[in-house]
Structure formats: structure tokens, C-alpha cells
């Protein structure tokens, strides 16, 4: 967002007066979703009758323009709550140079428990440039591809999984204008078109993570400098392949905001997106729509599971907390299997924890949903992103040069993946001073 807007939003605020803090009640923010406010409520009701002695109360995030921008308001403005329950991965580390977060494997009995929650890959994944971790692994939303069966299934060399040869044969196949005006008004697919840099996390990367098995687009080298690395032929090819994808109209550039669902309406046959998605399609399709939902497309000389982004969202305990370690017992009640359970079970989203899919605590929960069980094993195949306090920018130069080379086909995909290795580059450099 404008700094001017950030800095308009901050003036408004005013500081919390420290004793004040150190009389009130535990503060837990949860997001303003209808399921995670009734995840919320139950836990906070369950801690207050466990614990009458260590009084806590929860409410919604304020409502505002992102989340984001509360958050960072509410850190300058020193109003954070003790407890945050929704914070984006990438934003941790920023706030963690900040010093505006609680060091949790300072705490009695977290590191026990995390890893007895998260594989090894997670913690080092979560784990701050600093060396201590500062955000519990929680939610997860892994983006898949959900295409219409019936549809793709009727196409020549076209059916899942997905190669960047089958998913475009079946682009040349599906793309048509069915009313005869001259006119496309059948598409393989829509993804934003939108220059933002989070819109990326919804194309480009989980199709690089997916092409590079889960390589990532920054290296953090202790001692030297950090740079990029996603200069290589994954990112390459990615580019590539969606460019093929404009360039050919076999995905739509303008937004397809019709009366009804695009994907119900069968105007596309696939989407990139996650198992939110799932609901929504279970409660408003048509009678006899069938879809199925696939790892994303890969290089076709791809070997190994398919890796994809998976949209993490964790839990932090501010600074301003009174009683870090009272915190950190309450959030334990939220991820530990009853927790993890509910919240499958009020939302549809996956905790972040080791074999979800196969653990049989889970299992009656994705037999009753089985149209949820293709992303709860795609779990074990997920990447947050890189542990760097500029990695919204990293992104943005990433998406300025989406823009030119993928939609509007300006540039080359070697000249558009070198021009945003370069700019990242000097970023880092830049950022390297500056400490």
C-alpha cells in the first residue's frame, strides 16, 4: 500500500499506556471470517473455564483495508494484541528485525512441541535469519489446479496429472467461440491479470515451486550477501508457459466478472486455487458438474511430486504481551489435534502439521470430505516463502516483469526472468548496507 496511506493510518493511533497493560487480560486477535471467529470463541470459552486465573478475551482483527495494514498500524501505535492468529509467513521476518516479536523457542516446552508438530523442512522454513523462531506453524491452503471433468476428459492427450504439453493441448482444444460473434468466450482458464505482487503467489510461484521441486527464489547465505535464485530455467519455462497461455487466448486477460461463477458457469475449464474453493463449488454447482482437483502443471520432463505454495498463515506473540508464556499455553490448545480438528472442521483449511493425510486422528473428518482429501495430501509437498523482510518487494519486481513478459508479451522470458534477478539483486544489496 502508499507509505502516505500507512502514514495516515499511524497518525491516528495513539500508544498504550504500559501500566495499563500490565492490569488488562490476555488479547487474542483471530481473522474476521465467520470460522475462525467461532474457532476463536470455543477456544477462548474452553481457556476461561481451564483457566480462571489467566483471563483472556478475543475479538476479530479491526477491520480496515488488509489485515497487513492493521497489523503494522497496530505495531507502530504499540496496540498489538498479545496474540495474533492470522500473520502472513512473509511478514515475520520483518517484524522479527523489529524486535516487535517473542522469541517462542524461548519458552518452556515450545521446541519440544513444534517438532514434534512440523517436519525438519518446516522449522528451517520458519525459522528467522537470527536463528530463533518467532511464528507457529498453523493453517495452511495448498493452491491446486480444479478442472471440469467432464469437459477435459473429452479432450485429446489432456487428461491430469497436468504437463505444460497436456494442459496447453488442452487450451487448443477447449478455447473456442461458441456463439459465433467472433469472439473467445470459452476459455481453459482465468488467473489475475493484476500487476500486485500478492497475485503472484497464485500463479507464477506455486507453478515455480511445482517446476524446481520446491527450489526457492532467494538464498540467504550466512556471512555473505543474500541474492537471487530464481535466474534458471524453472522460472524460465514458467513464464514461458503462461505466456503461451495469453499469447494463444487460451486464458482469458479480461476479468470475468459475470452473474455467476465463471468455473460453474463452464466459461473456463480449470482454475489455480485452493480448498476455500471447495465449498463454494459443493453448495452452488449445477446438478451433474463434476471436477477434480490435480497437482499444477510441471516442465514435462518432470520427475518427483509437484510442489505448490501453501498460502501459510501462522500465530505470533507480541512483545507487548505481559505473560509470554501464558500465551504460549493458550495457543497450544489451538494446534494441537483437537485444535487442529476444529479447525478443519469450521473453516476447511489444513493445519500445517506432518502426514494430515494419513494420521488417524484426521481420517473421519476427510472421509466425510473426500473432495477435500486431494489437498490434505498435497500438504506433505508445500513451501511458505523466503525468510526476508523484503520479500513484498521481491515480488512486486517479479510481478512487473509478469506483466511485461507474460501478459502483454513485451519481453522475452530469459530477458524478463534476468532484468527481476538483477533488480532483486540490487534490493538485496541495498538491503545489506542499510544494516
Given at each position: 500500500?502508499?507509505?502516505?496511506?500507512?502514514?495516515l493510518?499511524?497518525?491516528?493511533?495513539?500508544?498504550?499506556?504500559?501500566?495499563?497493560?500490565?492490569?488488562?487480560?490476555?488479547?487474542?486477535?483471530?481473522s474476521?471470517?465467520?470460522?475462525?471467529?467461532?474457532?476463536?470463541?470455543?477456544?477462548?470459552?474452553?481457556w476461561?473455564?481451564?483457566?480462571?486465573?489467566?483471563?483472556?478475551?478475543?475479538?476479530?482483527?479491526?477491520?480496515?483495508?488488509?489485515?497487513?495494514?492493521?497489523?503494522?498500524?497496530?505495531?507502530?501505535?504499540?496496540?498489538t494484541?498479545?496474540?495474533?492468529?492470522?500473520?502472513?509467513?512473509?511478514?515475520?521476518?520483518?517484524?522479527?528485525?523489529?524486535?516487535?516479536?517473542?522469541?517462542?523457542?524461548?519458552?518452556t516446552?515450545?521446541?519440544e512441541?513444534?517438532?514434534?508438530?512440523?517436519?525438519?523442512?518446516?522449522?528451517?522454513?520458519?525459522?528467522?535469519?537470527?536463528?530463533?523462531?518467532?511464528?507457529?506453524?498453523?493453517?495452511?491452503?495448498?493452491?491446486?489446479?480444479?478442472?471440469?471433468?467432464?469437459?477435459?476428459?473429452?479432450?485429446?492427450?489432456?487428461?491430469?496429472?497436468?504437463?505444460?504439453?497436456?494442459?496447453?493441448?488442452?487450451?487448443?482444444?477447449?478455447?473456442q467461440?461458441?456463439?459465433?460473434?467472433g469472439?473467445?468466450?470459452q476459455?481453459?482458464?482465468?488467473?489475475?491479470?493484476?500487476?500486485?505482487?500478492?497475485?503472484?503467489?497464485?500463479?507464477?510461484?506455486?507453478?515455480?515451486?511445482?517446476?524446481?521441486n520446491?527450489?526457492?527464489?532467494?538464498?540467504?547465505?550466512?556471512?555473505r550477501?543474500?541474492?537471487?535464485?530464481f535466474?534458471?530455467?524453472?522460472?524460465?519455462?514458467?513464464?514461458?508457459?503462461?505466456?503461451?497461455?495469453?499469447?494463444?487466448?487460451?486464458?482469458?486477460k479480461?476479468r470475468?466478472?459475470?452473474?455467476?461463477?465463471?468455473?460453474?458457469?463452464?466459461?473456463i475449464?480449470?482454475?489455480?486455487?485452493?480448498?476455500?474453493?471447495?465449498?463454494?463449488?459443493?453448495?452452488?454447482?449445477?446438478?451433474?458438474?463434476?471436477?477434480?482437483?490435480?497437482?499444477?502443471?510441471?516442465?514435462?520432463n518432470?520427475?518427483g511430486?509437484?510442489?505448490?505454495?501453501?498460502?501459510?498463515?501462522?500465530?505470533?506473540i507480541?512483545?507487548?504481551?505481559?505473560?509470554?508464556?501464558?500465551?504460549?499455553?493458550?495457543?497450544?490448545?489451538?494446534?494441537?489435534?483437537?485444535?487442529?480438528?476444529?479447525?478443519?472442521?469450521?473453516?476447511?483449511?489444513?493445519?500445517?502439521?506432518?502426514?494430515?493425510?494419513?494420521?488417524?486422528?484426521?481420517?473421519?473428518?476427510?472421509?466425510?470430505?473426500?473432495?477435500?482429501?486431494?489437498?490434505?495430501?498435497?500438504?506433505?509437498?508445500?513451501?511458505?516463502?523466503?525468510?526476508?523482510?523484503?520479500?513484498?518487494?521481491?515480488?512486486?519486481?517479479?510481478?512487473?516483469?509478469?506483466?511485461?513478459?507474460?501478459?502483454?508479451?513485451?519481453?522475452?522470458?530469459?530477458?524478463?526472468?534476468?532484468?527481476?534477478?538483477?533488480a532483486?539483486?540490487?534490493?538485496?544489496?541495498?538491503?545489506?548496507?542499510?544494516?
Amino acid at each position: 500500500m502508499p507509505k502516505l496511506s500507512i502514514l495516515l493510518c499511524l497518525l491516528g493511533l495513539t500508544a498504550c499506556n504500559h501500566e495499563q497493560a500490565t492490569n488488562r487480560s490476555l488479547t487474542f486477535w483471530c481473522s474476521n471470517n465467520a470460522g475462525e471467529i467461532a474457532f476463536a470463541k470455543n477456544f477462548t470459552d474452553q481457556w476461561q473455564k481451564q483457566r480462571p486465573d489467566k483471563p483472556l478475551h478475543y475479538q476479530p482483527i479491526p477491520e480496515g483495508q488488509s489485515s497487513e495494514e492493521i497489523i503494522l498500524a497496530s505495531v507502530v501505535g504499540k496496540t498489538t494484541p498479545d496474540i495474533y492468529a492470522n500473520m502472513w509467513q512473509g511478514s515475520v521476518e520483518m517484524y522479527a528485525k523489529a524486535n516487535v516479536l517473542i522469541p517462542l523457542d524461548t519458552l518452556t516446552g515450545f521446541r519440544e512441541f513444534i517438532m514434534a508438530r512440523c517436519d525438519s523442512a518446516v522449522i528451517r522454513e520458519i525459522t528467522s535469519s537470527d536463528g530463533h523462531i518467532y511464528q507457529v506453524p498453523w493453517k495452511v491452503n495448498p493452491i491446486m489446479l480444479v478442472s471440469n471433468t467432464l469437459a477435459m476428459n473429452d479432450l485429446n492427450n489432456a487428461q491430469p496429472p497436468y504437463t505444460y504439453t497436456k494442459y496447453l493441448n488442452a487450451g487448443r482444444q477447449f478455447t473456442q467461440d461458441k456463439n459465433g460473434d467472433g469472439y473467445v468466450d470459452q476459455w481453459l482458464g482465468y488467473t489475475e491479470v493484476k500487476a500486485i505482487w500478492y497475485e503472484r503467489l497464485f500463479n507464477f510461484y506455486p507453478l515455480y515451486l511445482a517446476a524446481s521441486n520446491g527450489a526457492p527464489l532467494i538464498v540467504n547465505n550466512r556471512g555473505r550477501p543474500s541474492r537471487a535464485a530464481f535466474n534458471n530455467q524453472y522460472a524460465v519455462e514458467v513464464f514461458r508457459f503462461l505466456q503461451t497461455l495469453y499469447k494463444d487466448g487460451y486464458f482469458a486477460k479480461e476479468r470475468l466478472s459475470a452473474t455467476r461463477d465463471p468455473f460453474l458457469a463452464k466459461r473456463i475449464a480449470s482454475q489455480f486455487t485452493g480448498p476455500w474453493t471447495v465449498g463454494f463449488l459443493e453448495k452452488f454447482k449445477d446438478p451433474g458438474f463434476e471436477y477434480g482437483t490435480y497437482a499444477m502443471p510441471v516442465p514435462d520432463n518432470h520427475r518427483g511430486p509437484a510442489y505448490t505454495y501453501g498460502d501459510p498463515k501462522n500465530i505470533v506473540i507480541f512483545n507487548t504481551c505481559r505473560d509470554p508464556q501464558a500465551a504460549w499455553e493458550f495457543v497450544k490448545t489451538l494446534v494441537d489435534k483437537p485444535g487442529d480438528l476444529q479447525l478443519m472442521e469450521l473453516t476447511g483449511q489444513f493445519p500445517r502439521r506432518k502426514n494430515v493425510d494419513t494420521d488417524p486422528y484426521f481420517a473421519s473428518f476427510l472421509t466425510k470430505n473426500p473432495r477435500l482429501l486431494p489437498f490434505a495430501k498435497q500438504a506433505r509437498y508445500i513451501k511458505g516463502v523466503d525468510n526476508s523482510e523484503v520479500i513484498v518487494e521481491v515480488f512486486d519486481i517479479i510481478s512487473q516483469e509478469y506483466e511485461a513478459c507474460v501478459i502483454f508479451n513485451k519481453k522475452t522470458p530469459e530477458a524478463a526472468i534476468a532484468d527481476a534477478a538483477k533488480a532483486v539483486d540490487v534490493l538485496l544489496m541495498s538491503e545489506r548496507v542499510k544494516e
